[in-house]
């Protein structure tokens, strides 16, 4: 009697252990597949970058929020097939059309350098893949982008639409004009750089709004310009960097 009740224990631990099993590894595929462990790492790198970089771009260290949007976003569904495997490398991908994405610490940056609030209205010039959109996307309350190259554009679009950003809105067009419907905008980011601000861009920022944009033609600057009361900006240089130039549409 003893042994039996002792059998049928065991025959209830071993179906117990292999039920756990099964599960545990459907777990691991499911990340494995969504690539969870990998966007950590990513974030951990960023985090770690932003630290040593730290003294340069004067601040200590990114907004949690900025990180926790990072470790959301799914970068691999946005970038082309073959760069799938290398999404979350911290450095820059093709993306089509001779155009890049920015390396994922310049992206934490440069939304960091925003200072988003729940409530905002954010437009971008330079939607690429559309990666930096949905970043945005999780911070602001309605993201604007617009992209030059239509076939870019449109597969963004398509992207954005497929991960359900549906406060993210999309256009081609040249953005060196703004957008000018739905301005004014409480921040303005650039992810392609022209060699001067945009007069258009700084005209649709708020009073208080931050524009965040490369300029320079061949050694580029990151800056952060802050429009003042009276229409004026202050300007200030954070990083080194080099993005792709921003292209005009032949009048
Ligand atoms: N933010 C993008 C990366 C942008 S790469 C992302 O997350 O994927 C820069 C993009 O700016 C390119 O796709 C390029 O075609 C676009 N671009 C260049 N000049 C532009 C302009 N005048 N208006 C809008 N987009 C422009």
Same mark, same amino acid.
């Given at each position: 009697?003893?042994?039996? !009740?002792? !059998? ?5 631990? #071993? ?13 691991? *595929?499911?990340?494995?597949? &969504?690539?969870?462990?990998?966007? $950590? ?6 985090? *770690? ?13 990114? &907004? ?6 990072? *470790?959301?976003?799914?970068? !691999? ?13 911290? $450095?820059?991908?093709? =993306? ?23 409530? &905002? ?20 309350? &309605? ?38 419907? !739905?301005?004014?905008?409480?921040? =303005? ?10 007069? *258009? ?5 708020? #009073? ?16 952060? =310009? ?8 202050? $300007? ?7 993005? #792709? ?7």
């Amino acid at each position: 009697m003893a042994w039996y !009740h002792e !059998h049928m224990v065991s025959v209830a631990a #071993v179906r117990l252990l292999f039920l756990i099993l099964l599960m545990s590894s459907a777990v691991m *595929a499911f990340a494995q597949n &969504d690539r969870v462990v990998e966007r $950590r790492q990513m974030v951990d790198d960023i985090a *770690a970058l932003a630290s040593l970089v730290g003294r340069e771009t004067g601040r200590a260290g990114l &907004d949690q929020r900025v990180l926790a949007a990072m *470790a959301k976003v799914k970068r !691999h569904e946005f970038v082309p097939p073959a760069q799938r495997r290398s999404a979350y490398r911290n $450095r820059p991908l093709a =993306i089509g059309a001779g155009q890049t994405i920015s390396q994922p610490f310049i992206v934490a940056l440069m939304t960091d350098l925003l200072d988003l609030q729940h409530g &905002d209205k954010v437009l971008e010039i330079g939607t690429g893949c559309g990666y930096q959109a949905a970043v945005l996307g999780e911070l602001a309350k &309605d993201v604007y982008t617009i992209e030059i190259v239509e076939s870019l554009g449109k597969t963004a679009a398509q992207t954005l639409t497929r991960l359900g950003y549906a406060n993210v809105h999309t256009r081609i067009g040249d953005g060196y004009k703004g957008w000018p419907e !739905h301005a004014p905008y409480d921040a =303005i980011i650039v992810t392609a750089a022209p060699d001067h601000v945009p007069p *258009a861009l700084v005209a649709q920022l708020k #009073v208080g709004g931050r524009l965040v944009i490369p300029i320079g033609k061949f050694a580029q600057e990151l800056m952060v =310009i802050v429009k003042n009361e009276d229409g004026s900006t202050r $300007r200030e240089a954070i990083v080194p960097v080099q993005f #792709v130039p921003l292209t005009r549409e032949k009048e």
